[in-house]
């Protein structure tokens, strides 16, 4: 781990899982017509446990066992469990799609804000105001 990702924390990763997220909200609405597709989203709890735990076991000596690391494209995703399925098997609900990806979108935003107050503070430490 380096020095800036010790400075911003997880909140960088933060930003790149909520983007996953919206990536797949946005592929489940575009399959919304497709017979058979199953929606997907990500399990954001899961993956920021998985982040952490990587920052919070760290191998200290040649003999101890490293953590194996996931694929971070398959990390935490899970298919969505629908209200109703449709008669050609596709899982998407439009407004439930929908909903998921305008909050997905204020999440997103807030942690992009986060992140932009975090990079701020550290600018001005470094101009010694």
Known sequence: MNQIDQALGVSAQALAVRSQ???????????????????????FKKVLQQSQNEYSLQTTNASHIAQA??????A????????????????????????????????????????DQRVQGIRRALKGE
Do not use: C, H
């Not at 997220?21 to 399990?43: G, S």
């Not at 690391?69 to 398959?74: K, L, Q």
């Open 76 to 115: 935490g995703v899970k298919y969505r469990v629908p209200f109703n399925v449709a008669f050609d098997g596709n899982t998407v609900e439009m407004s439930v799609e929908q909903a998921q990806y305008g909050k997905s979108a204020a999440d997103y935003q807030a942690t992009l804000d986060f992140l």
């Open 21 to 43: 997220r919206m990536e797949l909200i946005a592929r489940n609405l575009a399959n919304a017509d497709t017979p058979n597709f199953k929606a997907q989203d990500v399990d």
């Open 69 to 74: 690391d996931m694929p971070t494209s398959e």
